[in-house]
């Protein structure tokens, strides 16, 4: 039996691994450049032979990843910490509050998972370059993964990412390519390119392995739960690709027999940038108008992984939200402030969705989980207009005194 083969999303055929790269030949057909993907495909595993194979004592969780290990770059990803929030338990009255802090990634953020995965396809298939849009940490992950899997990384960003995202890729030594323009419009032209060129391309949810290497995390959360499954997940929702692999992850865990139910998938979405909260509340899709959050991470007109997301949201019993900008930076300085983590505002959405989600939604003792997606120091300029910054004082102690009273 082959490791796993594709399925689209969509019509539900199957493909052999490598007789296709990314959407499915027919439902992509449908799909038009500045609106979500078609036929995005998904990995299913031999779940029957893996269910033999699986031992629940000493899990070999590379059983489920869609990549020999022969060919990953030397750049691990995952194994972050899973851990209580007690004093926001408490200021919330959830009582069983987690956090899964994967801003500790190589690069600062989740993206990592996809880019370590994407890098070991293209060492299995030959090839020496790989693309991507990215609004930021989607490319630095990149830049990373292919800098320690000595691969060429080509990104299309828009014109000013975050100063400190832009650092990160050129220090890794990737070509990036600063679009005058939008995330969609860096999209549309790196799919472009690789039309015209050779190379792989990793653009979030076009390629099917971008999930698989984003659903560890979800392996990670249940196995860090001693085994167990949370009653729900609060993720930051961009292009819905993250969301997707969440629920990926849970329901190859399901497929395994590990879990019998889905958690709930919360969808934290800007509110100007809500093209999935939309679809879900009203069945109707439609792009965001004109996204102009400063969580940038999670800033996108038309998300590319929006039909499978809403599905995920849907099938798990979950539902979304959308937060203000305000919402975000409160939540950025509680998160500081009662956890100690400093977030990216789009990881922070988290926390504002959570505080917003009607307690008729959750129930007080649910174990709930804040997806951290990525590191405050990516993004320092979020938090600088409301800080107060210190004048410095005489190096006497009059003076240190006067200042501290
Ligand atoms: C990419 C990203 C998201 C959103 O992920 P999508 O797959 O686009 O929904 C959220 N937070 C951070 C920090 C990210 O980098
Ligand atoms: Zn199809």
């Not at 022969?70 to 956090?99: C, D, K, M, Q």
């Not at 996809?114 to 060492?123: D, G, R």
């Not at 109707?284 to 007109?301: H, L």
């Not at 939604?361 to 989980?369: F, K, T």
Request: glycine share 8%; hydrophobic share 40%.
């Amino acid at each position: 039996m082959p490791r796993f083969v594709y399925r689209c999303s969509e019509c539900g055929a199957r493909y052999e691994r490598d007789r296709v790269r990314y959407l499915c030949p027919t439902c992509g057909a449908n799909y038009h450049a500045g609106e979500p993907l078609r036929g995005v495909l998904e990995a299913e595993f031999d779940y029957e032979s893996l269910r033999l194979r699986f031992d629940k004592d000493h899990p070999d969780w590379s059983l489920l990843c869609a990549v020999e290990s022969e060919y990953h770059p030397p750049f691990p990803v995952g194994n972050t910490p899973l851990f209580p929030a007690p004093r926001l338990s408490e200021a919330l009255g959830f009582w069983r509050l987690f956090i899964k802090n994967d801003s500790l990634n190589p690069t600062g953020s989740l993206k990592d998972r996809a880019s370590a995965l994407v890098v070991a396809e293209a060492n299995r298939l030959g090839e020496d370059t790989v693309v991507t849009a990215s609004t930021g940490n989607a490319g630095v992950a990149l830049a990373a993964a292919c800098a320690a899997g000595g691969k060429h990384a080509i990104i299309f960003a828009p014109a000013a990412p975050p100063p400190a995202k832009l650092t990160q890729m050129l220090v890794h030594g990737a070509k990036v390519v600063r679009v005058r323009g939008t995330y969609d419009d860096a999209y549309r032209l790196s799919l472009e390119f690789s039309k015209r060129q050779s190379g792989l391309n990793r653009n979030t949810g076009y390629h099917p392995l971008t999930i698989e290497g984003k659903k560890s995390v979800a392996i990670e959360i249940f196995e860090q739960m001693g085994m167990l499954a949370p009653d729900a997940v609060v993720i930051p929702v961009g292009d819905g690709v993250i969301l997707s692999a969440v629920h990926k992850g849970f329901c190859d865990l399901r497929a395994l027999g590990l879990i019998s139910t889905l958690p709930r998938l919360i969808a934290a979405q800007a509110e100007s940038s809500d093209a999935i909260h939309h679809f879900v509340k009203t069945g109707k899709y439609r792009n965001a108008a004109a996204p102009k959050t400063f969580a940038d991470s999670i800033s996108v007109s038309a998300p590319s992984g929006a039909y499978l997301a809403a599905k995920a949201i849907r099938d798990s019993g979950g539902f979304s939200v959308t937060v203000s900008d305000d919402d975000i930076r409160a939540a950025q300085f509680q998160l500081a402030d009662q956890t100690g983590i400093f977030t990216e505002p789009a990881a922070a959405a988290t926390l504002a969705a959570l505080k917003k989600a009607n307690c008729k939604d959750l129930s007080r003792e649910d174990r709930i989980v804040l997806l951290i997606t990525g590191h405050g120091l990516k993004n320092p300029e979020s938090v600088a207009q409301a800080l107060l910054v210190p004048e410095p004082v005489d190096a006497t102690w009059d003076a240190v005194n006067e200042f501290l009273s």
